[in-house]
């Protein structure tokens, strides 16, 4: 069983950044490819970021140039870096750990982007 447990959010200005954390139980992380998805408000969820286990990065095309994921596999950790940050990027932001048909989420982290 993999926890994942997500912080850094809150509340921040239009044009302001945030960095999301994801810390993961388990000596399997290095194995599973990471994901960050977010649910705005009567909306659903959607992708943001997914990262393999061998580096490869994809992003939603609402983020692009704007966010960066990356991952520390010694720390057992995924970061969300979000610059640029847009009150349309207001959601729950949730981070998920998945290979083959294991598949894992977070309690998720509100990031509210306003003035």
């Known amino acids: 069983q993999v926890q994942l447990v997500e912080s850094g959010g809150g509340l921040v200005q239009p044009g302001g950044s945030l960095r999301l954390s994801c810390a993961a139980s388990g000596s399997i992380f290095s194995s599973y490819s990471m994901g960050w998805y977010r649910q705005g408000p009567g909306k659903q969820r959607e992708l943001v970021a997914i990262?393999?286990?061998?580096?490869?990065?994809n992003y939603a095309d609402s983020v692009k140039g704007r966010f960066t994921i990356s991952r520390d596999n010694a720390k057992n950790t995924v970061y969300l870096q979000m610059n640029s940050l847009k009150p349309e990027d207001t959601a729950v932001y949730y981070c998920?750990?998945?290979?083959?048909?294991?598949?894992?989420w977070g309690q998720g982290t509100q990031v509210t982007v306003s003035s």
């Open positions: 990262i393999t286990s061998g580096g490869i990065t």
């Open positions: 998920r750990s998945f290979k083959l048909r294991n598949d894992y």
